[in-house]
């Protein structure tokens, strides 16, 4: 049992290229979730889902997309990096109540 | 909307000795729920504690203790018996209960000296 794993755990983009963060969890939770990390503030919610199929968008969804095609994974993409998208993401499952986090990934634009 | 307010960018204290981490939050819902989180230099948010809005009781896990004051809205974590490993940010978040989104402070940073 692997819980929440991300991938990768760290990338370096310039302005302009787009990546996908991978979230992947093997509890079978329905809801899943991308938050950034940023210095001296908490984590911020980009998106989120309640279900396979489903998407919704949480704080600071700008310059982000996601899909749920299966249950068991999330992906947050960056269509084109912006420097201010620098930060460390965080994906998390849920279940009665209580979120598991990955162990981050820490992204980079130049 | 809801806010959640950590004012201690960061705290020491003494290996054995205890230390409290303040938190306080702003809402008007009466179902919600109080988490405190612990990141330790690997990155890793660690649940620690969890309340729920409608019990009176603290919630208590082992050295790490609740001092919840729903009235003044304020959720503090004590944690007793320090201990070097306790060193970590520790972040405290709100959830509204018929919702799913957590909110976050901005977190402490515990220092914990030998």
């Known amino acids: 049992n692997a819980g929440v794993t991300q991938t990768p755990k760290f990338r370096v983009l310039k302005t302009g290229q787009s990546m996908t963060l991978l979230c992947a969890q093997d509890?079978?939770?329905?809801?899943m979730y991308w938050y950034r990390q940023d210095p001296g503030m908490g984590l911020r919610l980009i998106h989120y889902?309640?279900?396979?199929?489903?998407?919704a968008k949480g704080e600071v969804p700008d310059g982000y997309n996601v899909s749920r095609l299966k249950k068991q994974n999330f992906l947050l993409g960056l269509e084109s990096a912006a420097p201010s998208q620098t930060s460390v993401y965080f994906c998390?499952?849920?279940?009665?109540?209580?979120?598991?986090f990955g162990p981050g990934t820490r992204l980079t634009v130049l | 909307a809801q806010t959640v307010t950590q004012s201690q960018p960061e705290m020491s204290v003494q290996e054995a000795e205890t230390v409290t981490l303040s938190c306080t939050y702003d809402t008007s819902e009466s179902d919600y729920y109080l988490f405190w989180y612990k990141q330790p230099p690997s990155r890793q948010m660690i649940l620690v504690i969890r309340?729920?809005?409608?019990?009176?009781q603290n919630a208590t896990e082992n050295r790490f203790s609740v001092n919840f004051q729903k009235a003044a809205k304020s959720f503090s974590l004590k944690i007793s018996d320090s201990q070097l490993g306790d060193a970590a940010m520790y972040f405290c978040a709100y959830r509204r209960g018929s919702t799913d989104k957590l909110i976050f402070g901005t977190g402490t940073r515990l220092q914990v000296f030998p």
């Open positions: 309340q729920e809005a409608y019990k009176q």
């Open positions: 509890m079978n939770h329905e809801y």
């Open positions: 889902s309640v279900g396979e199929g489903t998407t």
């Open positions: 998390a499952s849920r279940t009665l109540g209580k979120q598991f």
